[in-house]
């Protein structure tokens, strides 16, 4: 059964830093990221790991303050958060695309994973 649960979720003033954990039920995956949502809004691809080769991917508006890891030997994925704007508030979410991808995958499109967590609520004040 694959599960991924995400832990760290909280509420932060502005220019504060938070950790974003997720754990993965069993291993395997090609890719893994952190998407996050607001109310009314499609859901935003923030940060991706190619687990194979380590390669990281971000979206423009969270490079220099987030950083995507991934420890192979715990199965979890990471995601510190620095330097936290408003704009940040968001239910954020673990996802995975299990199986291999040779040709690689566009990450940042929600479609091309097919694991997802519960979500976990990050609020900037």
């Known amino acids: 059964h694959v599960q991924l649960v995400e832990s760290g979720g909280g509420s932060v003033q502005a220019g504060g830093s938070l950790s974003l954990s997720c754990i993965a039920s069993v291993s395997g995956y090609s890719y893994m990221g952190w998407f996050r949502q607001t109310p009314g809004k499609a859901r935003e691809g923030v940060a991706a790991?190619?687990?194979?080769?380590?390669?990281?991917y971000y979206v423009d508006s969270v490079k220099g303050r987030f950083t995507i890891s991934h420890d192979n030997t715990k199965n979890t994925l990471y995601l510190l958060i620095n330097n936290q704007k408003p704009k940040d508030t968001a239910m954020y979410y673990c996802?995975?695309?299990?199986?291999?991808?040779?040709?690689?995958?566009?990450?940042?499109?929600?479609?091309?994973?097919?694991?997802w967590g519960q979500g976990t609520q990050v609020t900037v004040s």
């Open positions: 790991i190619c687990i194979g080769t380590g390669s990281t």
């Open positions: 996802a995975a695309r299990l199986g291999r991808t040779p040709y690689g995958i566009d990450w940042q499109y929600a479609v091309n994973y097919n694991y």
